[in-house]
């Protein structure tokens, strides 16, 4: 069996496209252009492309993107002032500080003092937890876009085996959360679990977030599973890859996201999403049932 590919380019440019129109309607409507705030401290290369291309999506669809580009030696009380500034800032809708941060500031501290109205990377622990309760309102974009794909696909978890291989706050435990919400019978495994491969080898839909590569070897995979690999590693060539032996698991799989192409689009098109949706929240700001009932 070769495994169909999950075309995460192609379903992102359709999202994008989508919200473009929403966006349009917006301005037909006289409504706010929606704007995101990125903050950027220091110069590491990684995080510099993902800011830029998160800044690319947001012109590209007609969000407002402005840009806090700062040093690396900026305190954390000097980040939780410029945050409590956007909080207060009704032109800003969303909120996007990149990780990782420098080792003296403690980034949980800085994730918390955002808006949960305006945490469009959906990662404050409010956000989270309405996701716990099944009432999600701003959803971690790698969960979420993960979602967007196996429904592209016509991917339906409900009565299947989800496994989620790492269990960080920002991927596998929403991703858990996301499956469970789905109704899959979702198992979590991380650093202390035994037997992996025998629990890799009962997923109907596999998701990977670990950060190491081809760490999911081809022969745990199920015949015919769906797998998506979040990991985005770089080897000593400086080529990506993703925590699964792709080209092994793609003669087992039925389907199966490429890295790069497969699930990192999909995260940047959750965070326009949000950030659509965070404005939409704001539009309602005077409604105070909209947190109670969200969109
Ligand atoms: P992380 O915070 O380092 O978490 C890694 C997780 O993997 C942890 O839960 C850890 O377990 C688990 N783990 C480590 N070694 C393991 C092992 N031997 N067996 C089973 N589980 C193990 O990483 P992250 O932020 O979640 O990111 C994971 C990967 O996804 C990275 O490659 C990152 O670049 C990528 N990523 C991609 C996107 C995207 O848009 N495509 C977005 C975010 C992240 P413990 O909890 O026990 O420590």
């Known amino acids: 069996m070769t495994a169909q590919i999950i075309d995460g380019k192609k379903v992102s440019q359709h999202i994008l496209t989508q919200l473009t129109q929403e966006l349009q309607k917006r301005q037909t409507h006289k409504l706010r252009q929606p704007c995101l705030a990125v903050v950027l401290l220091g110069d590491d290369p990684a995080s510099a492309v993902y800011v830029r291309n998160k800044q690319r999506a947001c012109e590209s669809i007609g969000i407002k993107s402005c840009q806090h580009l700062l040093p690396a030696s900026t305190t954390e009380a000097e980040l939780l002032r410029l945050i409590d500034a956007m909080n207060t800032d009704d032109t800003i809708d969303g909120i996007l500080i990149q990780l990782p941060l420098p080792a003296h500031i403690d980034s949980e501290h800085v994730l918390e003092r955002i808006l949960p109205d305006k945490d469009v990377d959906g990662f404050h622990p409010y956000n989270l937890g309405r996701l716990v309760v099944k009432k999600p309102l701003l959803r971690p974009c790698t969960p979420k876009g993960i979602m967007t794909l196996l429904s592209y696909y016509g991917v339906n978890p409900e009565g299947k085996k989800a496994v ?92 199966i996201t490429p890295v790069p192409g497969g699930v990192g689009p999909m995260t940047i098109a959750s965070l326009m999403e949000n950030t659509l949706k965070a404005a939409v929240l704001h539009d309602k700001a005077d409604d105070l049932s909209v947190v109670a009932n969200p969109l």
């Open 164 to 255: 989620v291989v790492g269990a960080s706050n920002i991927v596998g435990r929403p991703q858990a959360l996301e499956l469970l919400l789905a109704k899959a019978t979702v198992t979590i495994c991380h650093s202390a679990t035994r037997h992996l491969a025998e629990e890799v080898a009962g997923a109907d839909i596999l998701v990977v977030g670990v950060g190491i590569p081809h760490f999911i070897q081809a022969e745990w995979i199920k015949p015919g599973a769906v797998v998506i690999d979040v990991g985005i590693n770089r080897l000593p060539d400086g080529q990506l890859c993703g925590d699964v032996d792709f080209e092994g698991a793609r003669q087992r799989a039925g389907m």
